[in-house]
């Protein structure tokens, strides 16, 4: 096998598990309801799997990572809506009252 093929596969391989650190990376903000800023770390990972995939000559999974850098505005406009929504069950479900207070400058809920 030549050295070019092997350094294809190589670069192949890199940005694919590089495209699969990306997409797990969000797990924990989404499945797992975690507030932790794992996401954040598409913006690493990506790019450079980008950048691979790119010299691989795939452009599939160099569309893949692209996608992944910018996929923090669909996913933070998910989380935003699906938070909206199960805050407002709570509400309905449970019956809570919510009362504003306003002590020394700050929002208490």
């Known amino acids: 096998m030549s050295k070019i093929i092997l350094k294809t596969k190589i670069y192949y391989y890199i940005s694919l598990s590089l495209f699969l650190f990306g997409v797990i990376s969000w797990v924990p903000y ?6 932790d800023p794992y996401g954040m770390l598409t913006f690493i990972f990506n790019p450079i799997g980008f950048y691979f995939a790119w010299v691989a000559k795939n452009r599939l999974l160099a569309l ?8 923090f505005v669909p996913v933070a406009i998910y989380v935003y809506i699906t938070k909206d929504i199960y805050l407002c069950k709570c509400l309905i479900r449970y019956k809570f009252y919510i009362s504003i207070y306003v002590v020394e400058g700050a929002l208490i809920l």
């Open 30 to 35: 989404l499945v797992l309801t975690m507030q």
């Open 64 to 71: 893949c990572n692209l996608a992944m850098i910018f996929s």
